[in-house]
């Protein structure tokens, strides 16, 4: 009899073992998946797959929202679900074999992933947004306390909120659980067994909560580093592209126009008599005067259009997929709503008021670099200023 219970004992450690064994074999290959990348959309779908793949944690569903800290609001991001299941046990294979330089793959399988209807279960995610608030259910509730749920939908379905409840089957068992990243909540995971009714443990809870600190750091990461990305390629008075990230992508749009034989137009702005107003009333009534130009030409230019400084008083816009005639219209516009505006303090100079001058170039076959169309819109820029500012000119 002590003997069998010894035995029953070392088998019941054996399993323990094993199981820690595989848990941490999870955890290393989900660490190096994450590491292949810093894109936010590609972490979360990493994150979405080591959640419900066979290889991974196992789920059947998992559902991913993030904290809005503007809004104080979850919001629905991502969702992997029965939908792709066998997608998604193939894929995983495919990321834990990946290298840093396979990355391109990965990206490659997310899109195809989430393509035509593989997609429905992340479109309904995205609809839902939840407040931060004690009242409105479970997943707020583990947001705000940091602290992992499981809940059954049939008996405690006042405890849900109702955009969740479109998500869940009435008899559903799902657990919620928080993306700590140190002491900052990056958002929430739920995750349910939906379609195999595989009973959830609390070694599930355990693991998917160990896992989720993992996630959340790597969220953060990954957070960081787009907004440093974005912070690189913006000017930090005005908000808009800076000159290196105009260059860029003019490099991109001249080549695409090549390639298709699309047109292709580029503004250049300048404000007249600008070095007279920063003399008489300083840097800082300059600086508010740019920062209200940049306003103008974001208000007054259209949605495919990518607005610049690029550098001093001189702006630039990048029309893609429009001729000089419709640039030429769109310039117009934006100087007489510069010289309709009543900038501040533009009566102390002796003009009495702040006007601009437009350079405009177009595109043709005969260009080899956006340099030449940088070149044309530059010198018809200067052309506007030598016949009086004010204007706008088309270069020949």
């Not at 900052?184 to 067994?193: M, Q, S, Y």
């Not at 920063?278 to 005067?289: F, I, T, Y």
């Not at 709503?337 to 001058?357: C, H, M, R, W």
């Amino acid at each position: 009899m002590r003997d069998e219970i010894l035995q029953n004992e070392l088998d019941k450690t054996l399993r323990q073992l094993q199981r820690a064994k595989q848990e941490l074999f999870i955890f290393y290959e989900i660490s190096n998946a994450m590491r292949t990348t810093l894109k936010l959309e590609h972490i979360l779908y990493i994150i979405l797959t080591s959640v419900t793949a066979k290889g991974g944690l196992g789920f059947d569903r998992a559902f991913l929202f993030l904290i809005n800290e503007e809004k104080n609001t979850l919001e629905g991001k991502m969702a992997v679900g029965p939908q792709s299941k066998k997608e998604v046990d193939q894929i995983w294979q495919r990321i834990i074999k990946m290298e840093k330089e396979d990355i391109s793959e990965l990206v490659k399988l997310y899109k195809k992933l989430n393509r035509g209807k593989r997609k429905g279960l992340t479109e309904l995610v995205k609809k839902i947004i939840i407040p931060l608030e004690e009242n409105q259910g479970i997943p707020a509730l583990t947001a705000l306390e940091k602290m992992p749920h499981k809940i059954n939908t049939k008996e405690s379905r006042s405890k849900i909120n109702n955009q969740i409840l479109e998500l869940l089957k009435p008899d559903d068992i799902f657990i919620a659980v928080p993306l700590i990243s140190w002491e900052k909540n990056e958002g929430v995971i739920l995750a349910d067994n939906a379609v195999t009714h595989r009973p959830i443990l609390q070694e599930d809870v355990k693991i998917l909560t160990l896992f989720a600190h993992q996630a959340g750091l790597a969220i953060e990461n990954s957070k960081y580093y787009e907004y440093t990305k974005k912070r690189a390629e913006l000017d930090s008075l005005t908000g808009l592209y800076n000159h290196g990230r105009f260059q860029k992508l003019l490099t991109d749009e001249f080549e695409r126009a090549k390639r298709y034989k699309s047109n292709l137009s580029l503004l250049f702005i300048d404000i007249d008599h600008f070095k007279d107003f920063n003399d008489r009333l300083g840097h800082p009534a300059g600086d508010e005067v740019l920062v209200k130009l940049a306003d103008i030409l974001n208000n007054n230019a259209r949605t495919l259009d990518i607005v610049a400084r690029y550098g001093g008083e001189e702006f630039a816009i990048i029309l893609p997929h429009t001729k000089k005639e419709q640039a030429l219209k769109l310039a117009e516009r934006i100087r007489k709503a510069v010289e309709k505006y009543n900038f501040k303090n533009q009566d102390k100079i002796p003009s009495g008021n702040l006007t601009i001058s437009i350079g405009i170039s177009a595109f043709n076959k005969e260009m080899k670099s956006k340099e030449e169309l940088i070149l044309k819109a530059d010198n018809a820029l200067y052309e506007a200023k030598d016949k009086g500012r004010n204007r706008v000119i088309v270069a020949s």
